[in-house]
Nanobody, 117 residues
């Protein structure tokens, strides 16, 4: 079993910064990747950023250059640093971990990020 708990969401002005954290607990043999997704009201969920077991990262074109995904293996914590935030970044952000023999998807509860101008 693996549980994910997110924190760091809230309100921020356009142009500001925010850091989201995802704390993992439980035991599992291997973690293949972790990622952050987001979903705005009336919009389809989209992949924002990901990092694989080797540390390689990938970003959606809309956030590239502004967001940075990272992980801490020792503390079992994932982070998403968000800079130069825009109103269109407003969404519920979800932490996602792919782990285990069958690459099962584990999800956090989601945290609201609201960017206002």
């Amino acid at each position: 079993q693996l549980q994910l708990v997110e924190s760091g969401g809230g309100f921020v002005l356009a142009g500001g910064s925010m850091r989201l954290s995802c704390a993992a607990s439980g035991s599992i043999s291997s973690i293949h990747a972790m990622a952050w997704h987001r979903q705005a009201p009336g919009k389809q969920r989209e992949l924002v950023a990901s990092i694989d077991s080797g540390g390689s990262t990938d970003y959606a074109a809309s956030v590239k250059g502004r967001f940075t995904i990272s992980r801490d293996i020792i503390t079992k914590t994932g982070n998403l640093q968000m800079n130069s935030l825009k109103p269109e970044d407003t969404a519920v952000y979800y932490c996602n971990v792919v782990a285990g023999l069958y690459r099962y998807n584990y999800w956090g509860q989601g945290t609201q990020v609201t960017v206002s101008s």
